[in-house]
């Protein structure tokens, strides 16, 4: 590959270096700077790259190409039009790292970056489980919009209309229930984590009641999803789906139990886990014509 991707969350962001062979040659994390676009800049050019985390200079004796940047939010164009997490609004991404790094810079959607990773030459939708839940449908090499240049929201299907209110606006949606932060804020304890619920499911009936209604909630989603879209296989990313089969296998039986006329499509964790978004944003760089500094690689640029 010879580029870099990177992942800005919330609270960290995440780097890589990667080798021709696509193979990752240096890994590098910094804190995310708090609603400070000038000092997340500096982190991500002067810090994670060029200050030792994931050296720019080289990979195995190559130089290095181009930089892609994953981030949440409305992206078009290379300019972050908002983005909850990160307190931004209408910030040039790609044109102020672009002049900080003096290389080609491709800006994207983290989730639909993670779907094109994760697809490879498939078609699949991609739904990452985290504090939100973000979703993405790849065919053909790209990530699906509509005419507004959204993709796949099904955190804010509504799973149960007359249900709990939706910090967008709406009622009973899906990361109501069955995000990683949803998870947890209905479980009632203090300081739980989605983790913790998992753990105790099994044993205290507050957690067991949230559990259930996260795989009911995501099963009764992804049916509505697999009737409308039909993927090939349904990928499960982000921090929730770290839960492996104790996730899987309950929400593979919910969504077959939504399904009475055709098949449920396979429902898989995903392969490059909570590296999805750096190789996806590594895989753009990639496709970035040679010696542009201002060009999207593709529709994902405009995610949103």
Same mark, same amino acid.
């Given at each position: 590959?010879?580029?870099?991707?990177?992942?800005?969350?919330?609270?960290?962001?995440?780097?890589?270096?990667?080798?021709?062979?696509?193979?990752?040659?240096?890994?590098?994390?910094?804190?995310?700077?708090?609603?400070?676009?000038?000092?997340?800049?500096?982190? /991500?050019?002067?810090?994670?790259?060029d200050g030792g985390n994931i050296d720019g200079g080289s990979i195995d004796g190559g130089s290095v190409t181009a930089v892609g940047v994953a981030v949440p939010g409305i992206v078009e164009?290379?300019?972050?039009?908002?983005?909850a997490n990160l307190a931004w609004r209408d910030v040039p991404l790609r044109a102020l790292l672009a002049d900080a790094l003096g290389l080609p810079v491709t800006v994207a959607h983290d989730?639909?970056?993670?779907?094109?990773?994760?697809?490879?030459?498939?078609?699949? /939708?991609?739904?990452?489980?985290?504090?939100?839940?973000?979703?993405?449908?790849?065919?053909?090499?790209?990530?699906?919009?509509?005419?507004?240049?959204?993709?796949?929201?099904?955190?804010?299907?509504?799973?149960?209309p007359d249900g709990e209110p939706c910090a967008c606006g709406q009622f009973g949606c899906l990361e109501v229930y069955a995000s990683a932060a949803g998870v947890a804020r209905r479980y009632?304890?203090?300081?739980?984590?989605?983790?913790?619920?998992?753990?105790?499911?099994?044993?205290?009936?507050?957690?067991?009641?949230?559990?259930?209604?996260?795989?009911?909630?995501?099963?009764?989603?992804?049916?509505?999803?697999? /009737? /409308?879209?039909?993927?090939?296989?349904?990928?499960?990313?982000?921090?929730?789906?770290?839960?492996?089969?104790?996730?899987?296998?309950?929400?593979?039986?919910?969504?077959?139990?939504?399904?009475?006329?055709?098949?449920?499509?396979?429902?898989?964790?995903?392969?490059?886990?909570?590296?999805?978004?750096?190789?996806?944003?590594?895989?753009?760089?990639?496709?970035?014509?040679?010696?542009?500094?201002?060009?999207?690689?593709?529709?994902?640029?405009?995610?949103?």
């Amino acid at each position: 590959m010879g580029v870099i991707g990177i992942d800005v969350g919330g609270t960290s962001i995440k780097g890589a270096r990667f080798a021709d062979d696509g193979s990752i040659a240096r890994r590098g994390v910094v804190p995310t700077p708090q609603h400070d676009v000038a000092a997340t800049v500096r982190a /991500l050019a002067a810090e994670l790259i060029d200050g030792g985390n994931i050296d720019g200079g080289s990979i195995d004796g190559g130089s290095v190409t181009a930089v892609g940047v994953a981030v949440p939010g409305i992206v078009e164009d290379g300019v972050v039009r908002y983005a909850a997490n990160l307190a931004w609004r209408d910030v040039p991404l790609r044109a102020l790292l672009a002049d900080a790094l003096g290389l080609p810079v491709t800006v994207a959607h983290d989730v639909g970056a993670a779907a094109l990773a994760e697809a490879g030459d498939d078609e699949l /939708l991609y739904v990452s489980l985290g504090t939100g839940i973000g979703a993405a449908l790849v065919a053909g090499g790209q990530v699906r919009h509509g005419a507004t240049g959204q993709v796949a929201e099904i955190g804010h299907i509504p799973v149960w209309p007359d249900g709990e209110p939706c910090a967008c606006g709406q009622f009973g949606c899906l990361e109501v229930y069955a995000s990683a932060a949803g998870v947890a804020r209905r479980y009632g304890r203090p300081g739980a984590t989605s983790a913790d619920v998992l753990a105790r499911s099994g044993s205290e009936p507050a957690a067991g009641a949230a559990w259930s209604d996260a795989v009911t909630a995501l099963g009764l989603a992804l049916a509505t999803a697999t /009737l /409308l879209f039909d993927p090939a296989r349904i990928v499960l990313g982000g921090g929730l789906a770290q839960a492996g089969d104790p996730l899987l296998a309950p929400v593979r039986a919910a969504l077959a139990g939504r399904l009475t006329w055709r098949s449920a499509p396979p429902v898989v964790a995903a392969r490059y886990g909570l590296d999805a978004g750096v190789r996806g944003a590594a895989l753009l760089a990639e496709r970035l014509p040679a010696g542009t500094a201002d060009t999207d690689a593709g529709e994902v640029g405009r995610a949103r």
